[in-house]
């Protein structure tokens, strides 16, 4: 059975940081590419960044880029976000996934299995 437990949510002000970690068993991970997407209430869920299995390729959505990090450790089956100079618009529920895809994936229905997210909220 597949699980993936997201932690390291919280609230915090502008401009401060967060690093968000995804714990997966029951897969073998390093097979997967890793994604990371969020979630505000009325809004789809949209992509925020993604590995591959090695960590030689990471892809991040513009809004985020120079801000956020995406990095893996394959001996843990963990992956993590470190989220720095946040912005209120950063504001919402973070998800992990897995894919079993190695393209581009940008998309939710190319991924596999989810976490139930940790939320973020930023204040101003």
């Known amino acids: 059975q597949v699980q993936m437990v997201e932690s390291g949510g919280g609230l915090v002000q502008t401009g401060g940081s967060l690093r968000l970690s995804c714990a997966a068993s029951?897969?073998?991970?390093?097979?997967?590419?890793m994604g990371w997407f969020r979630q505000s209430p009325g809004k789809e869920r949209e992509f925020v960044a993604a590995?591959?299995?090695?960590?030689?390729?990471?892809d991040y959505t513009d809004s985020v880029k120079g801000r956020f990090t995406i990095s893996r450790d394959n001996a843990k089956n963990t992956v993590y976000l470190q989220m720095n100079s946040l912005k209120p618009e950063d504001t919402a529920a973070y998800y992990c996934?897995?894919?079993?895809?190695?393209?581009?994936?940008?998309?939710?229905?190319?991924?596999?299995?989810w976490g139930q997210g940790t939320q973020v909220t930023v204040s101003s």
């Open positions: 029951g897969l073998s991970f390093t097979t997967y590419t």
């Open positions: 996934a897995a894919s079993r895809l190695s393209v581009q994936l940008r998309e939710p229905g190319q991924y596999n299995y």
């Open positions: 590995i591959n299995w090695s960590g030689g390729r990471t």
